[in-house]
């Protein structure tokens, strides 16, 4: 085995694809990573690089799906990702709305990360990341900001 070969752990969510399609199945993400303490997250792999990625289909085939083209991730009940950022406790939280390309509404919780002051909805909005999470009662989503077409804060 190559010293550089890291060993992939399967994680279960549910992809909703641009025509408002979705798929379930696997992502396949590295049991460590350089980039934080812990095994690599979906959002991580995610926010990575742009283009495909690879995603195993509960049949057991294999998928390269575009990044750009992913509107949302649902991740099973349970998957905890976004609590496991790095000063996700000290962040400030907002309760928001969110309607998306493909019509879908979502209603949750993100975390800014910023000073006091530009913790704001905008300031979230305005965020590098692509793809961000977003808690909600069920579960934990992974939205892709490109396609958020609508961002509402809501009252606690």
């Given at each position: 085995m190559s010293e550089f070969r890291f060993e992939k752990q399967r994680v279960s969510a549910t992809l909703t694809l641009a025509p408002g399609t979705s798929v379930s199945g696997s992502f396949f993400v590295a049991g460590q990573t350089s980039t934080h303490e812990g095994a690599e997250r979906i959002g991580d792999l995610l926010n990575a690089e742009a283009g495909f990625f690879p995603f195993e289909?509960?049949?057991?085939t294999t998928v390269l799906y575009n990044r750009s083209h992913?509107?949302?991730?649902?991740?099973?009940?349970?998957?905890?990702?976004?609590?496991?950022?790095?000063?996700?406790?000290?962040?400030?939280?907002?309760?928001?709305?969110?309607?998306?390309?493909?019509?879908?509404?979502?209603?949750?919780?993100?975390?800014?990360?910023?000073?006091?002051?530009?913790?704001?909805?905008?300031?979230?909005?305005?965020?590098?990341?692509?793809?961000?999470?977003?808690?909600?009662q069920k579960n934990t989503l992974i939205i892709n900001a490109a396609h958020i077409v609508e961002l509402t804060e809501l009252a606690d």
């Open positions: 289909l509960r049949d057991g992913l509107v949302a991730v649902a991740l099973e009940p349970g998957i905890s990702e976004a609590e496991r950022d790095p000063g996700y406790d000290v962040a400030t939280h907002r309760n928001v709305g969110m309607l998306l390309s493909t019509g879908m509404r979502v209603k949750g919780r993100v975390a800014v990360y910023a000073p006091q002051g530009r913790d704001r909805l905008s300031d979230y909005a305005r965020a590098p990341e692509a793809f961000r999470y977003v808690v909600t």
